[in-house]
């Protein structure tokens, strides 16, 4: 079983920056760090992806909508991924949830391990 815990959500303005952060700790493949990721929920809405990274860091995915304001990054010494947001929209208000599984393309499609979310409001 993995854990992932975010933090770092909160209510800012519009054009504001704020970063996500989410911890992952409990059984691990081998060795090997996970992909990890992204996704958000507005009210009425369906979950939807948002970012993504591989296990060595080296390569990301974003979704279109937040290519450009958004960087994923992580640190493997700490099992740690962030999420800066920076020029932030209303339409960015949502739960974030933080996601992990094996490989990018296995957390870019929502199958694998899921935090409990954490809350971005942004005000216009």
């Known amino acids: 079983q993995v854990q992932l815990v975010e933090s770092g959500g909160g209510l800012v303005q519009a054009g504001d920056s704020l970063r996500l952060s989410c911890a992952a700790s409990?059984?691990?493949?081998?060795?090997?760090?996970?992909?990890m990721g992204w996704f958000r929920q507005a009210p009425g809405a369906e979950r939807e992806f948002v970012a993504a990274i591989s296990p060595s860091g080296i390569s990301t995915q974003y979704a279109d909508s937040v290519k450009g304001r958004f960087t994923i990054s992580r640190d493997n010494a700490k099992n740690t991924i962030s999420l800066q947001m920076n020029s932030l929209k209303p339409e960015d208000a949502a739960v974030y949830y933080c996601?992990?599984?094996?490989?990018?393309?296995?957390?870019?499609?929502?199958?694998?391990?899921w935090g409990q979310g954490t809350q971005v409001t942004v005000s216009s």
């Open positions: 996601a992990a599984a094996s490989s990018l393309p296995t957390v870019v499609d929502g199958r694998g391990y």
């Open positions: 409990g059984r691990t493949f081998g060795s090997y760090a996970m992909a």
